[in-house]
């Protein structure tokens, strides 16, 4: 990776907590709470942003639209979260693999 690959994703991820901190106080919570549940057992591509990013569109729509966040997600972020990454390889994964032996396993 270069530095100006570096450089690009800051921006970009400073640029995706500039749209967090403009959603409304709860919004900013249960994104928080979502955020750190999926840098804990999320999918291992997280970090190409594409999910997080999605979130937050899907935030601001219920914002645009009037809803509450749990309107839209429910009252289990846990349980949010397990259903947007179900058909994808997550951290859980990797480390049952490697509790079972399982080197260079393919993805789900």
């Given at each position: 990776?270069?530095?100006?690959?570096?450089?690009?994703?800051?921006?970009?991820?400073?640029?995706?907590?500039?749209?967090?901190?403009?959603?409304?106080?709860?919004?900013?919570?249960?994104?928080?709470?979502?955020?750190?549940?999926?840098?804990?057992v999320?999918?291992?591509d997280l970090?190409?942003?594409?999910?997080?990013?999605?979130?937050?569109?899907?935030?601001?729509?219920?914002?645009?639209?009037?809803?509450?966040?749990?309107?839209?997600?429910?009252?289990?972020?846990?349980?949010?979260?397990?259903?947007?990454?179900?058909?994808?390889?997550?951290?859980?994964?990797?480390?049952?693999?490697?509790?079972?032996?399982?080197?260079?396993?393919?993805?789900k």
């Amino acid at each position: 990776m270069g530095i100006q690959e570096i450089i690009q994703g800051k921006k970009q991820w400073r640029a995706h907590l500039t749209r967090v901190r403009a959603l409304p106080p709860d919004y900013q919570i249960v994104y928080k709470e979502i955020q750190r549940y999926l840098f804990k057992v999320g999918p291992v591509d997280l970090p190409d942003g594409q999910l997080l990013s999605g979130i937050v569109d899907f935030f601001e729509e219920g914002v645009a639209a009037g809803k509450g966040v749990l309107e839209l997600i429910g009252n289990d972020v846990a349980a949010f979260c397990d259903d947007l990454v179900k058909d994808s390889r997550t951290h859980a994964d990797v480390s049952q693999d490697s509790l079972r032996g399982e080197h260079g396993t393919a993805g789900k």
